[in-house]
């Protein structure tokens, strides 16, 4: 469907905005174009934006070029940037982010979006991710512990449906994520200062702020490779995971918090796990963003005076 014939006359149909970001993921990009291009919900645009990919993706978007919006970025903008360039260029009253990585069972679309139908409380929603063998969980909603390390609910569970009830959650992997247009116009869409990982708590956790809820939608599947993209447990992966849990928490969260609540929970953490492949990559993100504390909590003292 082109952007220009993008309608919603019917109110339980809202328009559909599917937004696809690409970096070197041809080996994913057809299959997951096409679960997509087979869901039958109706209205809906797919945007394919690629954030300047090296390995020839866009020559196996070819064949889908007919049906599919293309964004071409001059750079690697990272997720948040790459996939606020979609939502500017999308028309849909829904906007959803899709990892390339992934391919969406039939009808994900359709519940995806139901919880908006149901309550207009609701902001944001999100797919169960199973890993793509069909029967392991990698994602039954997600939390964050006292010092900002997140968790997935059911992660590696055999999935026999013990997470099949819908319900509200702190937040919703950014894999396949459904929110209100209004609710991102609002937010000012994803924060670009988060190049990889937290970017999805971070919206999640200010569309809480202003009273919006966000819902773990089980009937909406998709099949996430994962290992796409930086390798788990890396130093790299590590590096980058504490890197956003730290600016997450120095954006979010006051010196009140860090002394009495962080602190605590950081050194149990120490204590409790170990920290062997860690230690160096987490000691690079304390240097890295430890020193924007200042700026942070100035920022965070006006903006709640205000």
């Known amino acids: 469907m082109t952007p220009d014939s993008l309608s919603s006359p019917n109110p339980t149909h809202p328009s559909v905005s599917v937004i696809i970001l690409n970096y070197n993921g041809k080996q994913f990009l057809q299959s997951c174009l096409q679960s997509v291009l087979n869901d039958p919900y109706q209205p809906k645009e797919i945007l394919l934006v690629d954030n300047a990919s090296t390995d020839g993706s866009l020559e196996e978007a ?21 996939c606020n360039e979609g939502i500017k260029r999308s028309q849909g009253e829904i906007i959803v982010l899709l990892n390339i990585d992934t391919e969406v069972r039939p009808g994900w679309l359709t519940e995806l979006i139901e919880p908006f139908l149901l309550d207009s409380t609701i902001g944001i929603t999100g797919s169960k991710l199973l890993f793509p063998e069909g029967n392991r969980i990698q994602f039954a909603g997600g939390g964050m512990r006292p010092n900002g390390l997140t968790f997935h609910e059911g992660y590696g569970q055999v999935d026999e449906g013990q997470y099949d009830e819908a319900r509200e959650v702190e937040y919703i992997t950014g894999a396949s994520m459904a929110i209100r247009r209004n609710v991102l116009e609002r937010l000012g869409g994803l924060d670009e200062g988060f190049p990889l990982y937290f970017e999805d708590l971070d919206l999640c956790f200010r569309a809480h702020q202003q009273g919006w809820r966000v819902w773990y939608q089980p009937r909406s599947v998709v099949y996430h490779f994962e290992t796409y993209g930086t390798p788990k447990h890396s130093f790299t992966y590590y590096y980058k995971y504490h890197r956003g849990r730290i600016r997450f928490l120095l954006k979010n969260f006051g010196a009140r918090y860090f002394l009495s609540v962080f602190l605590p929970a950081e050194f149990r953490w120490y204590r409790q796990c170990n920290l062997r492949d860690q230690w160096l990559p987490l000691l690079k993100a304390y240097i890295s963003q430890l020193p924007k504390t200042p700026y942070f909590w100035v920022r965070g003292f006006i903006h709640r005076r205000q």
Not at 62 to 82: A, K, M, S, W
């Open 62 to 82: 070819e064949p889908f070029r007919d049906r599919i919006l293309l964004i071409r970025n001059p750079q690697n903008y990272g997720f948040p940037r790459g």
